[in-house]
């Protein structure tokens, strides 16, 4: 044994342990999710031309899944009689027994040079053992060679999901296998099928045809086009008709495509709202009785509920899902108010509310479902009103909603679009494809904790785990799903499976790179680490120094920098660690490869001016982003590209703050920044107007900068306002006043004096 080998080899490891997993290097093992424990032998397995495969009668159907090994040939399974007939080489499934020691729903994997033997309790553990192969199958430097190992492993949650939303566009049903494909070497175990909204009905329902022959066809074929020209539907058929529908022996074969590899597929049939696909062929079912008017179901009319348990029945037939997801998020109701069917229901149920009304029609649904044996699954909206015993919750409008529901006894599953959008913008959105907003990186999805604060430590077994949300408005084709959804996935499949203790950003960022050779060999579309670089620069008080630090999205050094303002070539420093600076300067930075720039150059200034540490008063105060209180605008440190990063500070009314130099200086040149995020709320002011005194009474104006960057700026603004004074003034007080023409937020972050 060589001593990399003992050094790594702690003795068999409970699965609540650290893992034991070796830094990058010769043996390459890089797995994602990261398993619980992970020893590495000596030795190696180099698999034969043909492979004989072992099992026990229980795990006979799912060593089938060896045969989608990439680079390994496989005997069919023989049969195992008992452990005391259990062969010495080849591949060999194994039921666990007590001796084992092993979770219901764990595996171990153990690797020598004879072979390779897969032990669990269930089918569904040994599933994930076969994909953790051939994860690494396609993560090796050669795919027919395993080096000697000890796996053990098992899921932090039991609910380990993606939604792809196909009603927004209609992807192939050869994609969602290749889709399913990758869900699978990582883990997930749920696909959330968004089967129906507004933008087209996918499913076939023989007892209402015209679901599928006008309600899944529209007028344009980008979501976007659809939506902003009259939101209309025609025949198949029709030359403009765009969209699709998936018959049910379709949905069947791909049902059973997905269990094959341990996956559940849960299909989502959208009501009360999101439903104007459905009321535009079947407009009796609406509150108006006609066509384009609505999006919700009339609720008061028993023709609705007698639509949805026929067409929910031949849903139930074709998904043997235990969960049946029926929405009922972002429902108007306003045309509840004045139906007189629901009015009429309202009054006979004693409903107060319309919130109630709703609750009404999603506890029905419950009950009919119930009476199927299944279990309904709805948005965080069906709280509202009151949710029926037993429900599945999903939270997406932040954490609120799960932490309201576990707390109540329901299960949840935590979705927020605080970090599990996949549809938000995941770099900066000048560079990206058009998404809906919002911004989250990959880092950002893999720093999430499904658990949130709030739940009662005995409320904490509700949280079931957490799914990553695909919308596909602004994905026309499934060459932009794979772009919007990989690597983020990789991260969420992490922070589902693994110990939260283990999980480690870098050590994480490390394995994913080698994870790019599989999606490339599946020829996914994945997002492209930037080649941007991102400055920081962080001003120390006590030093009166300023630590700038720089980062890419690249693993590599690659970072060539200056600090005289001049824009750096392939001779310039190469960033290893952030430099001190003592005086004023610019720093440009940019990534190089093979000595040429291949991408843009950053430039920060790291300030040293007048007004740090000074004392700033406040004529009106800051509101909802404090940031760093009363030192925010003169700590020495600016914001950086989102509202949330610390820096800036919002006002609600005028910015206007005075700065107190405490004795007359000489002042050159004033400068502030602003952040224009229409996300937030956030627009740039009207003008920033520099005033001066020497008693604190009495101003006189310095200068006036006018805002010419439009309100309707579709991406975020950073503008600086800058006075340089010709003549250098003189004045104890410098007073900044901003206006905000917008009536919503301004948000600003440091005031830079010269």
Not at 9 to 20: N, R
Not at 216 to 233: C, E, L
Not at 500 to 525: A, C, I, S
Not at 546 to 569: A, F, K
Request: some cysteine; overall charge negative; charged content about 20%.
């Amino acid at each position: 044994m060589t001593q990399y080998a003992r050094r790594l080899i702690l003795g068999l490891l409970v699965l609540s342990s650290t893992a034991v997993i070796p830094a990058l290097g010769q043996n390459q093992i890089a797995l994602i999710p990261r398993p619980n424990t992970l020893e590495i032998h000596e030795g190696e397995f180099v698999f034969p031309s043909v492979t004989p495969v072992y099992a026990f009668d229980e795990f006979s159907d799912v060593a089938s899944l060896l045969a989608e090994h990439p680079y390994a040939n496989f005997t069919p399974a023989e049969r195992i009689k008992s452990h005391k007939r259990i062969p010495e080489g080849g591949i060999r499934l194994i039921r666990a027994r007590a001796e084992d020691h092993l979770p219901a729903d764990a595996y171990r994997l153990t690797v020598d040079t004879g072979g390779i033997m897969i032990t669990a309790h269930q089918p569904a553990a040994v599933i994930n053992g076969i994909l953790t192969l051939l994860q690494l199958a396609y993560t090796q430097p050669n795919g027919r060679i395993l080096p000697a190992m000890m796996i053990e492993d098992k899921p932090r949650f039991a609910y380990r999901g993606l939604l792809l939303d196909v009603s927004r566009h209609f992807y192939p049903l050869s994609f969602l296998k290749k889709f399913i494909d990758l869900m699978a070497l990582y883990k997930f175990n749920t696909l959330h099928w968004h089967l129906t909204d507004g933008a087209g009905w996918r499913l076939e329902i023989k007892r209402y045809p015209e679901l599928t022959q006008r309600a899944a066809w529209r007028t344009h074929v980008p979501w976007k086009d659809w939506w902003q020209n009259g939101r209309r539907y025609l025949n198949e058929g029709e030359p403009n008709a765009s969209g699709g529908y998936y018959t049910q022996d379709e949905a069947r074969e791909l049902v059973a495509y997905a269990a094959k590899k341990g996956i559940t597929i849960i299909p989502e049939i959208e009501m009360p709202g999101h439903s104007e696909e459905v009321l535009a062929v079947y407009p009796e079912l609406s509150c108006s009785g006609s066509p384009y008017q609505h999006a919700e179901f009339c609720v008061g009319s028993e023709e609705t509920f007698t639509f949805l348990t026929n067409m929910l029945s031949e849903v139930i037939a074709v998904f043997p899902s235990e969960y049946v997801h029926i929405g009922g998020d972002e429902v108007s109701k306003e045309s509840w108010k004045a139906c007189p069917k629901c009015q009429a229901l309202m009054e006979r149920e004693g409903l107060k509310t319309v919130d109630e009304l709703q609750s009404y029609a999603v506890k029905r649904i419950g009950s009919f479902l119930q009476s199927k044996g299944k279990k309904l699954i709805g948005w965080d909206e069906i709280l509202e009103g009151g949710a029926p015993a037993g429900a599945t919750v999903m939270s997406w409008r932040g954490e609120e909603g799960g932490v309201q529901a576990a707390n109540a006894g329901h299960n949840v599953i935590m979705t927020p679009n605080s970090h599990l959008y996949f549809d938000y913008y995941q770099s900066d959105p000048r560079t990206q494809p058009e998404a809906i907003g919002g911004y989250i990186p990959v880092r950002k999805v893999y720093e999430y904790e499904p658990i949130p604060k709030g739940v009662a430590a005995d409320k904490v077994a509700h949280i079931l785990g957490a799914q990553g949300n695909i919308w596909t408005e602004y994905m026309p084709t499934s060459e932009q799903v794979e772009y919007m959804a990989f690597p983020r996935a990789l991260a969420l499949a992490e922070v589902v499976w693994s110990n939260p203790g283990q999980r480690d950003w870098n050590d994480f960022y490390e394995r994913l790179q080698q994870h790019y050779t599989l999606l490339q060999k599946f020829h996914v579309n994945y997002y492209r680490p930037s080649y941007r670089v991102d400055i920081a620069v962080r001003f120390n008080p006590d030093t009166l120094t300023n630590t700038v630090s720089m980062s890419t999205e690249q693993y590599g050094p690659g970072i060539r920098y200056t600090t005289d303002g001049t824009d750096p070539d392939a001779k310039s420093a190469l960033y290893a660690e952030p430099i001190e600076l003592s005086i004023p300067a610019t720093v440009k930075a940019a990534y190089f490869v093979d000595s040429g720039r291949v991408g843009s150059v950053t430039t920060a200034k790291a300030d040293v001016h007048k007004a740090i540490g000074k004392t700033v008063s406040y004529q009106t105060p800051w509101d909802t982003y404090a940031a760093e209180e009363a030192r925010t605008l003169v700590n020495g440190s600016k914001g950086g590209r989102q509202a949330d990063d610390g820096q800036w500070q919002g006002f609600r009314n005028h910015v206007d703050v005075t700065i107190d130099f405490e004795r007359r200086e000489e002042l050159h040149s004033v400068a502030i920044g602003f952040l224009q995020d229409r996300a937030v709320n956030a627009y740039l002011p009207g003008e920033v107007k520099v005033l001066l005194s020497d008693n604190g009474k009495n101003f006189r104006e310095a200068g006036v900068v006018a805002n010419a960057v439009s309100p309707e700026e579709r991406f975020p603004v950073t503008k600086t306002f800058e006075f340089n004074f010709e003549v250098p003034q003189t004045a104890r007080y410098l007073r900044i006043v901003a206006t905000n023409v917008q009536h919503e937020l301004l948000l600003t972050d440091e005031v830079v004096v010269y």
